[in-house]
């Protein structure tokens, strides 16, 4: 199940939380965390593992943005109070998070975000406008970013706030995107009062607690799985279905493509699961091998996030005009899973970072080149 029908959709909203709830039941969510805090410590191929079933069998359950993102920096960079008060709910599946960090002139380069956060006594006084608030009009909890200090440079006047959904002040537009789903919003903040114990890490060094938002298992696993079952649905389906009479697997074209795609699933997984060793060496040799883990990373990204577009775009091209029929139809071949993949991998290669983004960590932190000019 696709993160854009999860959001859409009110059913497939309540079947999501529903799975939450029972994987937190079993201790499932937070195996990778200390055990202080409930997890059991458990190593991150363990987790990639986990992500990779739970992809491959489509299922929902995981809020990434609570689970992947805001645990990890909690975890680093929370005081003890906001741990307490914030990993038992999100490990027990019950709260989910939405990420308020990009705005409408603010994506790739965060940095430039302009959100401002004023003190005032015990509070902070928010105003501004995020962009691409992906489930807002689900989550109860958002994590954000806000200039604090506008007269310093950049990153460095950046605080990171834990903001109630509920709080007064806070505003959503809906942003359709083209296949219609309702999953990403404008996120107005008009003196929306932010307690002051809900900002994470000191004021002005929210740019570096949010780095550690990255810290969690992100070997992209989820596209290498998600990949290996379309394409093992797309090749059954060539088997089964003719054309003029003849099976479309006999097509020295589909097959020449499918075969191709079979052999970049298998290249993706294995640089899925060379991510998640580099990241369990991190954590045994230290910041030495970080560089090497994040670089590969961004290359796991670029390629799984293309993979799927790739993928999508094959199937189109060999289901012809079918691939165009939504699901519910008696023409609908594979439910009109390469339908809607169709129109949502169009935005793979921008969530979480661009592709372009991507190549310019591996160009320049991997095979250091020189800065472009
Ligand atoms: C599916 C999806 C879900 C999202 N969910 C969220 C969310 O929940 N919360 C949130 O805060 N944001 C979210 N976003 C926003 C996402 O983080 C941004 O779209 C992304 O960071 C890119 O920013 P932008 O859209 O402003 O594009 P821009 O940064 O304006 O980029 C435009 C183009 O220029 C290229 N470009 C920019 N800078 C460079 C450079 N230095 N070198 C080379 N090329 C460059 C980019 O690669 C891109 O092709 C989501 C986006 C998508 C697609």
Redo the contacts with the bound molecule.
Sequence with gaps: MGAENIYDNDEAWDFHCYMARSLGQKGWLSRPWPREYGGQAAPIIEQLLFNEAKAYYRAPGIDYQGLGMLAPTLLASGNEEQKQQHLPPIARGEIMW?????EPNA???LASLKTKAVRDGDYYVVNGQ?A???GAHRAQWCFMLARTDPEQPRHRGLSFFLVDMKTPGIKLRPVRAMNGTYMFNEMFFDDVRIPRMNMVGEENRGWYVSLMTMNFERSSIGFMAEAKRNLEELSKYCKETKRNGRRLSDDTLVRSLLAQLSIEVEVGLALSYNVAWLQEKVQEKGMEMALQAAVTASAGKVYGSELGQRLAYAGCRIMGLYSQVKAGSKWTPLKGRFESAYQECV?LN??G??S??MR?VIALRGLELPKGT
């Design positions: 939405c990420q308020g960090w990009s994506g790739s380069d995020k691409w608030t992906s935005s921008m969530g970072g661009t372009e983004i310019n």
